[in-house]
């Protein structure tokens, strides 16, 4: 029979500690995550719970095997002053990471599903870690609200020094307009009429849940009045009169909903006869005379 030394038999139990410890929080996070599936409905809820869960269990994990190699009888602030050290050491971004994320959970700023800015990166929040937040993008090349296939991971900390703007947290519409020149000889007001009979044809059956969720959103913060009701607005220009559409429209439907639109007026001007969508154009009435061009051709 080998005798070992003391000091690896201890080390070797540690190590099969710390390896059954290991497991033991794989197997809870799996077990919990399946749990989290079966009862949830709302998935984007469920994701988020799930996130929360699993940084909890993975952070339980790494404190009960900390414990094992400091012994049952360290104290607990001694463990965790010596990995505040030990990240401290490392880095700084690692710490001002942690503390975003904590500000992310407890300041409700996003949650797995939203559609958010943050900093310069623009899409949908996929997974939130410890450290990062995963987002997969939109914009960029593709110049509208829709995947560009990249999936752009975002340090935590950041929510500190650059603004967070969130396209679907507590109220998940948008307002976008549309804006159409036309001549000073057309119709505006027939033009005008179709504008808001198609703006009002595409958001009927989004307006009052819109405008109750806008309302309950002005109980929680001082909004001034606003409406989801679809309006226009004119200006007079040097050229044209410029038609301004203004409509409400869900966040992630903006570039299907803007693109029918634009495809039915434009059908519709064109069998209005008096309707004439204006465009910037140059006349050339003359030309100066050449050098060399004068009376006695010198």
Do not use: C
Request: aromatic residues 8%.
């Amino acid at each position: 029979m080998i005798d070992l030394p003391e000091t690896y038999v201890s080390a070797i139990v540690k190590l099969v500690l710390s390896v059954v410890a290991l497991l033991l929080t794989l197997a809870v996070n799996g077990g919990l995550r399946r749990l989290l599936r079966k009862r949830g409905h709302d998935a984007a809820q469920m994701r988020t719970l799930y996130m929360l869960v699993r940084n909890a269990v993975f952070a339980s994990g790494t404190l009960v095997v900390l414990l094992i190699w400091l012994g049952p009888s360290a104290d607990l602030t001694v463990a965790m002053g010596i990995v505040g050290a030990g990240v401290a050491f490392a880095s700084q971004e690692v710490i001002g990471s942690f503390a975003g994320y904590l500000n992310i959970v407890t300041g409700s700023l996003y949650r797995i599903g939203d559609r958010v800015r943050i900093g310069a990166v623009t899409g949908d929040v996929v997974d939130i870690s410890i450290l990062r937040t995963t987002v997969m993008e939109i914009g960029e090349w593709v110049r509208a609200d829709q995947y560009t296939g990249r999936v752009v991971s975002v340090a935590n900390r950041v929510v500190f020094s650059d603004p967070v703007f969130n396209y679907t947290q507590r109220w998940a519409y948008l307002w976008d307009e549309i804006v159409v020149p036309v001549t000073y000889e057309s119709d505006w007001r027939r033009a005008e009429e179709l504008m808001l009979e198609h703006a009002r044809e595409y958001t009927s059956n989004l307006r009052a849940q819109a405008a109750a969720e806008l309302e309950a959103l002005g109980e929680r913060y001082p909004l001034a009045k606003a409406t989801v009701d679809p309006t226009l607005y004119l200006v007079m220009t040097d050229n044209w009169i410029e038609m301004t559409l203004r409509y409400v429209v869900a966040a992630r439907d903006r570039r299907q909903v803007r693109a029918e639109l634009h495809r039915e007026l434009l059908q519709h001007f064109a069998e209005e006869e008096n309707i004439t969508v204006a465009s910037a154009t140059i006349e050339i009435v003359g030309f100066p005379p050449l050098r060399g061009d004068g009376p006695t051709g010198t």
